[in-house]
């Protein structure tokens, strides 16, 4: 693996270690292309404060901290700095302007929650066929804004609904990424931590329609880089389901 463009830093509060080790191990790891996509910071008109991402005020020093580090390493290996981030209904435009400043290199879309993040409704935690296609529809809107490089953890809403739904509504998504042609995540943070997803079923979907799929390292700590075991596992799903896996960097 030679690329990963999933990589957080300690400003969203869930992360450890400094920029430096995250990139020393990506080195290690044999990384030529590595990229900072931390939570995106979001200005809550509304006075709501997120537990999961930077503030604004610590989007400069992120964006100076990892830029600085991209020259030092740059014989090294390539560093891009840009985020992961939701799609907010009301607040995306308005967003995108906001981060024009520290010119991003990209976004990966993430769509933990349903609606906006105020509201609570997390992705994971959604159990009605409704739930289900809100986040599909919610996804589409989102990568037809063109503002994403690839969906993250595509599959993140799981699998407690109707079988129908499932299949219809994951076809859809997988339809929708393929004709925009943004590819679908391979999630490592899943596989580490034993979740749902990346799961076989998603991905089986995703053989028929003809996605792209992507490694995503999902990094919240420098050790992540060296978690070979993940790697495996994602090597064999790729192979076991036939996937059209990525292997070049996209950026
Ligand atoms: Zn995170
Ligand atoms: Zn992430």
């Known amino acids: 693996m030679f690329f990963n463009y999933h990589t957080h830093t300690f400003r969203c509060k869930h992360a450890t270690g400094s920029e430096r080790e995250y990139i020393e191990n990506a080195i ?7 990229g900072f996509s931390d939570h995106i910071p979001v200005d809550f008109s509304n006075g709501f404060v997120s537990g999961c ?7 400069a020093g992120y964006f100076d901290t ?18 992961e981030s939701e799609y907010s209904p ?9 981060i024009e400043k520290y010119s ?6 993430g769509q933990h929650y349903i609606g906006e993040e105020w509201e609570g409704r997390t992705s994971a935690s959604q159990k009605t066929d409704e739930g289900l296609y809100e986040y599909v529809e919610q996804t589409l809107t989102a990568m037809n804004t063109g503002d994403f490089l690839y969906l993250a953890h595509p599959d993140i809403i799981g699998y407690r609904f109707s079988d129908i739904a ?8 997988c339809e929708g990424a393929r004709d925009m042609n943004i590819p679908l995540e391979i999630n490592f943070l899943g596989i580490r931590g ?23 390292i999902d990094a919240h ?29 996209i950026l």
């Open 90 to 98: 009301s607040l995306h435009k308005e967003q995108m302007k906001k």
């Open 194 to 216: 034993g979740r749902h997803y990346p799961s076989i079923r998603f991905f089986e979907i995703a053989k028929k329609v003809g996605n792209k799929v992507i490694f995503g």
């Open 221 to 249: 700590s420098p050790e992540d880089f060296l978690h070979q075991s993940a790697e495996k596992k994602a090597e064999e799903m790729v192979e076991n389901i036939g996937l059209d896996l990525i292997t070049e960097p």
């Open 28 to 34: 290690k790891s044999g990384i030529k292309t590595l």
């Open 104 to 109: 991003p290199d990209y976004m990966i879309l």
């Open 53 to 59: 991402r930077m503030t604004f005020n610590e989007a």
């Open 166 to 173: 499932i299949e219809k509504a994951y076809t859809r998504l």
């Open 66 to 83: 990892v830029r600085k580090l991209a020259e030092e390493y740059k014989d090294k290996i390539k560093i891009l700095c840009g985020f």
